[in-house]
């Protein structure tokens, strides 16, 4: 089993920043696939970077040279470093991880951009 918990979420103003969290119950050296998902009210869940151990992360284009995601193994947490925030960030957003072909979500941080 792996526990994912989010933080960092909030309010932000359009423009601005603001950098999340996803602290893990286990070791991160662990894990081969990590990321963060969002969901905007009415939207389906969305891609918003991936991490393969071994690999690059990808992006979606819309954030592509805004978003930032990062692993700090001694503290078993992922980061997800958002700049230029603009109102359509605005969602919750999701920690994943996956361990031995078994999906793990966080129960997500709320950002909201505001115009």
């Known amino acids: 089993q792996v526990q994912l918990v989010e933080s960092g979420g909030g309010l932000v103003q359009a423009g601005g920043s603001l950098r999340l969290s996803c602290a893990a119950s286990i070791s991160i050296s662990t894990i081969n696939v990590m990321g963060w998902y969002r969901q905007a009210p009415g939207k389906q869940r969305e891609l918003v970077a991936l991490w393969t151990r071994g690999g690059r992360t990808i992006y979606v284009d819309s954030v592509k040279g805004r978003f930032t995601s990062s692993t700090d193994s001694p503290k078993d947490t992922m980061y997800l470093q958002m700049n230029s925030l603009k109102p359509e960030d605005t969602a919750v957003y999701y920690c994943?991880?996956?361990?031995?072909?078994?999906?793990?979500w966080g129960k997500g941080t709320l950002v909201t951009v505001s115009s």
């Open positions: 994943y991880a996956n361990l031995l072909s078994k999906d793990y």
